[in-house]
């Protein structure tokens, strides 16, 4: 029976679980869109992350050592991937889909269902999360099905965006359903997103805008220093490269764009002779 996501991952069907994951970070580390410049390497990596997600996980990869690449329509797992990619499909939704039900069984259409004996299991519950938390990502506390527990955020998610939280369902006997959980993102008052964008207006002393500086600016991740050219203009933006969003379906990230808003001081709590001498020369 052939199986596909082991030669994916460069690991023989052997392959215990650690080397596994050491194969699956080579692989990432090797293909990774920052790191990778070549157009292939996006969707090369979408798949040996797919493939991680389901040999990572005994429950995942015991259905698949038991049915193979009969899953994927006796494709194997690349011309399969590749199929789902070219109709807009993201091929991990698809293998959440495959895999998520935990009372699933495997049907004569090569997938999964989400119920038990025609209940369905799952839970669907929304949340609100902090702007920051949708970009850097991190934990979240959620109470469903008279359970409190944390949640992992992901980096890049943004309002819309499902999460899957496996075996917090409903129960029925002794199988156990996931809950699903759509995102709702608070606004922020310091920055705008769009797509993996970030926007942030920063106030410029007049004297920099002239005579040029450099300002410390605090951007999501850390601190840092940007310097202001001469006769900078008010609305003059500066673009901070991979420093915006985290696209979780490319591993690629946005850019921050700081948009100059020009501080002019009050006249009546500047020296009488620079008053003076302003008048006179502009």
């Given amino acids: 029976m052939a199986k596909s996501l082991y030669k994916t991952l460069e690991v023989n069907e ?37 493939a991680y997600e389901v040999l990572s996980d005994k429950q995942k990869k015991s259905q698949y050592d038991q049915f193979g690449d009969d899953m994927f329509g006796g494709q194997n797992f690349h011309d399969f991937a590749r199929g789902q990619q070219r ?15 935990a009372g699933g069984g495997f049907g004569s259409q090569g997938g999964f269902g989400g119920g038990f004996g025609g209940i369905d299991l799952d839970i669907n ?55 699903l959980i759509k995102l709702i993102v608070t606004a922020s008052d310091e920055y705008k997103r769009k797509g993996d964008d970030l926007y942030k207006t920063i106030n410029v002393p007049l004297k920099f805008a002239w005579f040029g500086g450099k300002i410390d ?4 991740e850390k601190t840092v220093s940007l310097k202001i050219p001469l006769n900078t203009k008010n609305g003059q933006k500066f673009r901070l490269k991979g420093k915006g969003v985290v696209n979780r379906k490319t591993a690629l990230s946005g850019d921050l764009y700081l948009i100059a808003n020009i501080v002019v001081p009050d006249v009546n709590d500047m020296d009488k002779d620079v008053v003076e001498f302003l008048e006179k020369r502009l």
Avoid: C, W
């Avoid at 692989?27 to 790191?35: M, S």
């Avoid at 979240?140 to 917090?168: E, M």
């Avoid at 600016?217 to 999501?220: D, R, Y």
């Fill in 125 to 179: 519950a929304q949340i609100t999360i902090p702007f920051m938390t949708s970009i850097l990502g991190g934990k979240h506390s959620v109470t469903a099905n008279n359970q409190t527990f944390d949640i992992r955020i992901p980096k890049g998610t943004k309002t819309g965006d499902t999460l899957r939280v496996r075996g917090k369902g409903n129960s029925h006997q002794g199988q156990v359903g996931d809950l």
């Fill in 217 to 220: 600016i605090e951007t999501p």
């Fill in 14 to 50: 052997n392959a215990s679980s650690d080397d596994i994951k050491k194969a699956y970070r080579k692989l990432a580390r090797k293909y990774h869109p920052d790191i990778n410049k070549e157009e292939s390497a996006v969707e090369k990596f979408k798949e040996i992350n797919a």
């Fill in 87 to 101: 109709g807009g499909v993201d091929i991990n939704d698809i293998l959440r889909e495959m895999f998520g039900g």
